[in-house]
Each structure stands twice: as structure tokens, then as C-alpha cells.
């Protein structure tokens, strides 16, 4: 079976080792994850994480079940690219004199879509958000002037179909 | 009049009352109905033993003398009785030994509590003595887990606990309590947990799945059942039972669903997996429907999966959904738990009779017992065999003793020959294979089910890794029987090398000391066994016995298990020799 990138999104209780609980899945399967993501969710107290990873449909169904079964997680569900809406954001910080001496930095940043978040006498700080290819290929244009840092984030998705987990958890407690 | 109602309402509600954590952990044992532990104290615990000290009327504490020992002593009390087995141990080696009973607990779904101390919270993350962090090493062998930190988390953790322990598929919880949590003051009040909102134990059965089922099963023409544990964890031997004598279904067990039909039932098959009975392995490949009750299709069980069943639609009845599809691919799953599934599906049921299929088995069975079960057990060769031992207990114990056995040839042997009448009767490490498993574990088991008979089998390698549990039994006077099948070799390792490593016996000759001098000195009445015309004296003087008692038997040294599928091969391709 082919491997696809799929979206892994997971609403759990806040808790301490549930993220050790989960990795923990991926890691006994030789799986790689590409990406992670936690942050607060739509629903008081629920907790949302974000996992992308390579593996096949079979083997995503397995994890999902896997991780359904943890004590704490209250819903997971795995989505392909097509099937949701994701992005992910890059800062880049680069050398202030090439803002001035270079002049085709000012048109690469306005072509891409990307930011000015700070400049300072030493550097300038740019943030991009969008696919991971419009981030690499920003940064295959900004290489050769130099960049001092990169970092780039996990993917944050939201998915097209409705997740009603609110509903979900009314159901669970009666 | 205010304050008149305040009380009323307090009485009413039952009120908290303050103590501190360690007094709070005992209390909540006693309201989960806990009166029998297992543990070994240690300085991170030390407060709570001394509420132990005060509460000893109430909870009785077994010193096991290892933390595993203690462990699998509550997995075996578990096993046989339903309820939960606690273990408990200081922080640091003594929760780091309780690591492979978890392991083992976790694979064969018991539902054990363990309890373990920890150091201050305010010396966690500094590396301070007897420091380990008990919470990320049981991590994948732990149902759940939680480290206690404030005294005033106790009883609600706690009762998350048992609940997360029992409920639904069960398995190991480990709590982890700081010491100075165990200091701390807090109103206690217990209130049992009965819902986790992220947590769904049984799923919902759907009733659409259950006729789905049984069409497959009215129209089949070879239906055959392999059941498994969960009809133990269920309690729907019944149910089982019903279902086979209704449909006409010949049915075969796996390792852990031992005694959940008696042996004697006439459409029981045996055991399935790598050295199980013939039939039912060589028929798996020829049914139409194979139904899968309770089980989880280890590779032990299926050998290789690109050739296990093709032939047949699978009907599968578990309660964990994540068990559908995971090794082997089913038409039909029906979730719930196996009681209740089981009871819907015997009322859309037909009668059917399938008398050339059972044929079929007994056919094949006919060549096993030819070749492999009677020479076993009325062997020509001088020296004992392990089956004839087993038969011989079966004799004496009229099948209605608790066998726990250890790992190896004499797990096989045992679970192949030893007669079972009622349900919980086996005691095994099935999915982990932990040798040293089954003397601490007869223990608990005992303790469990005081009224039944509970002999311990044992290889002379297993004995070894627990031999330490004899001083518990000699303090606590659980009158366990134990039988050592000593082959002076590590059996089925060896017989693996003489089958597929050419006769290089690495490291599995095993030099033994005198084993009944070293069960006198712990003062259990012990006795030893070589010659066959000996045999069924020694065994009957054990059973007799009101006290535990040891008996090794000297059986042949290079003894096989047959039949046998081999690691990765079909199961209709079991060997016979
Ligand atoms: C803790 C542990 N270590 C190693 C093994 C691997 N192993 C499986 S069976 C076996 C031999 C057991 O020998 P013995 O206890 O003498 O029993 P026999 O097979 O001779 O009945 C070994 C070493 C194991 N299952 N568990």
C-alpha cells in the first residue's frame, strides 16, 4: 500500500504524559512524525494536537485506533491534504544592511506574501505563513543573501468536514 | 435552624474528614472494597506503610520477597477472582521492579492498581536518591498512569484507578504518589469514579453487526469458534456455551481462554497456536466461518497471517475496537463486550447440525492422541514425561484444580493436558511469556480463591527467576502446591535449538542445586520424584496435604512439545513430530 501524508488531529484532556502516551504509538511503529502541534481548541479544556506524518491508510486507521484507546484522548480523526485546510509559518532572520543594500530582498518578501515582523540595526525578522513548498521555496530564494535563523512551525489544520465534538462529549457523560 | 441543616446535610452526604495522604490511600482501598495487597516497603513509602500498621485488622499487607513477586502475586489474585489486584513498592528499583509485571498485566488485559512512592515534589528532576521517573518508563505498559503530587488528588486518583483498571478491556494503572503527598493533609471524602469523559470502556453495540453475524453463521456449513479471555473477563461462559451446543459449532480455545468451556464439553477442540491441538489449527484453514470470540489473533495463535483463513468470513465479537482489522482482516465486527453480544446474537440464532464437520475433527484428533497424546502420557522410555505428570494431578485434582503454570514446555504441557471443569481455572503469562511468573502468581492466586486447589507448575529454569517467593509462602502459609518438571534445561529454548540450530545447546544446560533441601530450609514439606511407579503417590500425597507443598519430578531431559507450527508458518502446516 502507498504511504500519503495524512493529518492526524486529536482532542484529549490536558494532561502531562499523554503526549509521551502518544508519541510513544508512532515511535513502536518505526513511524517518522513530520510535524507537532498542540494548542487549546474550540472547547474549554480540550486540548488539540496536530500530528502529520507519512504512513499508509492501513496503518493510519491502526494508529487512530491506538490512540482512541488512550484514557484521555477523546477523539481522533485522520484527514488527507485534500481533506483539510492547513498551514504552516516560517520566521527568517536576516542581516539588516541586505534590506537596503540588496533591493531584490524588498521584492522577494512582497512577491512571496511574507512579513516584516521587526527590524532592528542588526537584523530583520520576516514571517511567512502558508503551504510547507511556498516556505521552502522563500527560502530557496533567501539562501544565497544568507540567513542567520530559520525555523519553521508544525502544521496547524482545520478540517472541511464538521468534528461535533461537543456533542461527543455530552454524549460520553450520560 | 442554619447550622440544623448544615449538619443534616453533612451526614448526609458523608462527611470529610481531615487526615493525611497516606491514611487517605488506605481509605480509599478499603472503600474500593480492598482487604489484600501486595508490596514491599521502602523509604518514599514508608508513610503509607505505617497506615498499614494502623489499619491492619482492616488490609492485610503480603511481604513478597521481590517487587515483581508482588506484582504477579496480585495478577494471579486478579486472574481468579474478578476484582483487582493491588501491588505496591517504594520509588526508584522498587517501582522499576514492578516494570515487568506491568508488561505483563498490560498484555493479558488484568486489572491490576500498582501503588508506588516517590520522592518530594521538591526534589523531582533533580536526580535525588532512589529517583526514577516510574510515570515515562511505564508509560507502554500501563493502561494509564499518574503521578500525585498534592495530598488532596488521593481519592479522586485513586478511584480513577480502579475504575481505569476494571473497566472495559482491564489492564495495569500505576499510581505515583510523592512522599511529601503522602504527608499532606486533606478532607478526605471518597466517591467512586463511574465516568471519564474522554473514556468510552465498552463500546455500543450495534445491533445491525449482530445479524450480520448470525447470517454468516445460520448459513455456514464449517463454523468454527475460537474464543478467548474476554468470555472469562465477561463472564459469558454461559453464553458461549450455549451459543456452540445451539449452532453445532466446535469450538477451540486460546492459551488464555483455558477453562471458559471445560475440557470434557464434547465440541471443545482444544487450544489453538503454535503448540496446540491438530484439528483445530489444520481446520482453521478449512472453516467457512471462523468466529472469533474474545481473542486478538497474536502471531502465536495465527503463524503466518498471508495464509491464516483465507478461506473463511471472519466474524469477530471484541470490546476493543482497535483489535478489528489489526492482524487479521473481518467481514463482521461486533463490538461490546462478549456478554452482551453474545446474548443478543443466541436469540437470532438457528439449531444447526453439522455432524460431518465435527467428524472432521475428530478424525484429525484420532491421529494426535495416536501419535502424540497417548505415547505422552503411558510412555514406554524409562524416564517421566511432562505429560504424564500433568495427567497424573489431572487424576487426583478430578480437573477441578487452579493450574498456574510458568513459561515453557511445561506452560505447553500443562495448558495441553491438564483438565479444567470450571471457568478461571488457567493462570498463565500468555502474551509476555514471563518466565518466574507462576510461583508468585499461584500465591495471589490462592489467596484469591482460598477454596479451590491451586498448583503452581514450573520449569527448573522458571523456578529460579522467583525461587524467592518461598519465604512469602512460608510467612504467609498460602498453601500452594508446587511442581517442578525439572528437564535440567532451559526446555523449550533447548528444543528450538535441537529443531532449528542444530543440536547447539547455547547456554541451556542448567546445573541445579538439591531444590527440595533449599524448600525444606524455607520449611515447606518437599519431595522428589524419578521413577514412574512413584509418581501418583507423590502426586496425591501433595494434593492431600493442608499445607503447601513442593514436589519435583525428574522428567526426561530432552522432551519435546508437539504438535507444533513453527515460527512464521501456516497453521494447517502444524507438525507432528
Ligand atoms: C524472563 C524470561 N527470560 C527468557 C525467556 C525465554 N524462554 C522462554 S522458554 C525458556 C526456557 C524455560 O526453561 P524452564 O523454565 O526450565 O522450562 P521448560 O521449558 O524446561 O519447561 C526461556 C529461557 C522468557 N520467556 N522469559
Known amino acids: 500500500m502507498k504511504k500519503e501524508i495524512y493529518t492526524i488531529s486529536i482532542y484529549t484532556e490536558n494532561n502531562l504524559g499523554l503526549l509521551n502516551r502518544i508519541s510513544s504509538i508512532f515511535l513502536k511503529r518505526h513511524i517518522n512524525i513530520e510535524s507537532l502541534t498542540a494548542s487549546s481548541s474550540e472547547i474549554e479544556n480540550v486540548t488539540r494536537l496536530i500530528i502529520v506524518a507519512s504512513l499508509t491508510e492501513e496503518s493510519v486507521k491502526k494508529v487512530i485506533g491506538q490512540i482512541e484507546k488512550q484514557i484521555e484522548v477523546i477523539k481522533a480523526y485522520y484527514h488527507t491534504n485534500e481533506e483539510s485546510i492547513y498551514i504552516q509559518s516560517a520566521l527568517f532572520k536576516i542581516k539588516s544592511n541586505l534590506l537596503f543594500d540588496e533591493r531584490q530582498i524588498q521584492n522577494i518578501i512582497k512577491n512571496s506574501n511574507a512579513q516584516i515582523v521587526t527590524v532592528s540595526p542588526e537584523f530583520f525578522v520576516i514571517e511567512k505563513s502558508g503551504r510547507k513548498e511556498e516556505i521552502e521555496a522563500l527560502y530557496d530564494e533567501l539562501l544565497p543573501f544568507g540567513i542567520m535563523q530559520f525555523v519553521r512551525s508544525g502544521r496547524i489544520s482545520v478540517t472541511k468536514e464538521e468534528m461535533k465534538i461537543s456533542e461527543l462529549l455530552k454524549k460520553q457523560l450520560n | ?577
Not at chain 2, 480492598?34 to 508513610?47: E, R
Open chain 2, 1 to 577: 435552624m442554619e447550622t440544623l441543616t448544615k449538619a443534616k446535610k453533612k451526614t448526609k452526604k458523608e462527611k470529610a474528614i481531615k487526615i493525611n495522604g497516606a491514611e487517605a490511600v488506605v481509605k480509599s482501598l478499603l472503600a474500593e472494597g480492598i482487604d489484600l495487597i501486595y508490596g514491599y516497603p521502602g523509604g518514599a513509602i514508608m508513610p503509607v506503610y505505617d497506615e498499614f500498621y494502623k489499619y491492619q485488622d482492616k488490609l492485610h499487607h503480603v511481604l513478597t520477597r521481590h517487587e515483581q513477586g508482588a506484582i504477579h502475586a496480585a495478577q494471579g489474585y486478579a486472574r481468579v477472582s474478578g476484582k483487582v489486584g493491588v501491588a505496591i513498592a517504594t520509588s526508584g528499583p522498587g517501582a522499576t521492579n514492578l516494570i515487568t509485571g506491568m508488561a505483563d498485566a498490560q498484555i493479558d488485559s488484568t486489572p491490576v492498581v500498582c501503588i508506588t512512592g516517590q520522592v518530594g515534589s521538591n526534589l523531582l528532576g533533580t536526580d535525588a536518591f532512589q529517583e526514577t521517573d516510574i510515570v515515562s518508563i511505564s508509560t507502554p505498559v500501563t493502561k494509564w498512569n499518574y503521578q500525585i503530587t498534592k495530598a488532596s488528588e488521593i481519592p479522586e486518583i485513586l478511584a480513577k484507578a480502579f475504575y481505569i483498571a476494571k473497566s472495559g478491556r482491564p489492564g495495569p494503572v500505576l499510581i505515583d504518589i510523592t512522599k511529601d503527598a503522602q504527608f499532606g493533609e486533606l478532607d478526605f471524602e471518597y466517591k467512586k469514579c463511574e465516568k471519564i469523559r474522554s473514556y468510552n470502556p465498552v463500546p455500543k453495540m450495534d445491533k445491525a453487526q449482530v445479524k450480520a453475524a448470525a447470517e454468516l453463521i445460520n448459513k455456514a456449513k464449517k463454523p468454527f469458534i475460537i474464543f478467548g479471555q474476554g468470555v472469562i473477563l465477561a463472564n459469558a461462559e454461559e453464553e458461549l456455551r450455549e451459543l456452540i451446543e445451539k449452532a453445532d459449532i466446535p469450538a477451540a480455545s486460546t492459551l488464555l481462554g483455558l477453562s471458559a468451556l471445560p475440557t470434557e464439553h464434547e465440541f471443545n477442540m482444544g487450544m489453538v497456536g503454535m503448540h496446540g491441538h491438530y484439528a483445530p489449527n489444520v481446520l482453521t484453514n478449512e472453516c467457512d466461518v471462523l468466529i472469533a470470540i474474545g481473542m486478538r489473533f497474536d502471531d502465536r495463535v495465527t503463524g503466518n497471517l498471508e495464509t491464516y483463513a483465507k478461506q473463511a468470513k471472519v466474524v469477530h465479537f471484541d470490546i476493543d475496537p482497535s483489535e478489528i482489522d489489526k492482524n487479521v482482516k473481518t467481514d463482521v465486527a461486533v463490538l461490546g463486550t462478549v456478554k452482551e453480544t453474545l446474548v443478543a446474537l443466541n436469540t437470532i440464532i438457528n439449531q444447526n447440525i453439522n455432524q460431518k464437520w465435527h467428524q472432521e475433527f475428530k478424525d484429525l484428533h484420532q491421529i494426535e492422541y495416536k501419535e502424540i497424546i497417548h505415547p505422552e502420557i503411558n510412555p514406554t522410555k524409562e524416564k517421566l514425561t511432562m505429560g504424564e505428570v500433568i495427567n497424573a494431578i489431572n487424576n487426583e485434582t478430578n480437573g477441578e484444580a487452579i493450574i498456574v503454570s510458568d513459561v515453557g514446555q511445561n506452560q505447553m504441557f500443562a495448558s495441553r493436558y491438564a483438565n479444567f471443569k470450571q471457568s478461571k481455572s488457567v493462570v498463565t503469562s500468555g502474551g509476555l511469556g514471563t518466565m518466574g511468573f507462576s510461583l508468585p502468581a499461584s500465591i495471589g492466586a490462592k489467596l484469591g480463591a482460598p477454596s479451590r486447589e491451586v498448583v503452581a507448575i514450573i520449569g527448573d529454569g522458571g523456578f529460579q527467576m522467583t525461587i524467592q517467593e518461598l519465604g512469602t509462602i512460608m510467612q504467609t502459609k498460602v498453601p500452594v502446591k508446587i511442581v517442578v518438571l525439572n528437564n535440567e534445561f532451559l526446555g523449550m529454548v533447548r528444543q528450538w535449538q535441537e529443531m532449528f540450530f542444530d543440536r547447539r545447546y547455547a547456554s541451556t544446560v542448567m546445573t541445579n542445586p538439591e531444590f527440595t533441601a533449599i524448600v525444606e530450609g524455607y520449611g515447606i514439606k518437599a519431595k522428589k520424584v524419578s521413577k514412574r511407579e512413584n509418581l501418583s503417590a507423590a502426586v496425591s500425597e501433595m494434593i492431600a496435604s493442608k499445607d503447601s507443598f513442593f514436589l519435583e519430578v525428574i522428567v526426561e531431559k530432552e522432551g519435546n512439545v508437539f504438535p507444533m507450527i513453527p515460527t512464521g508458518a501456516t497453521v494447517s502446516d502444524i507438525r507432528l513430530k
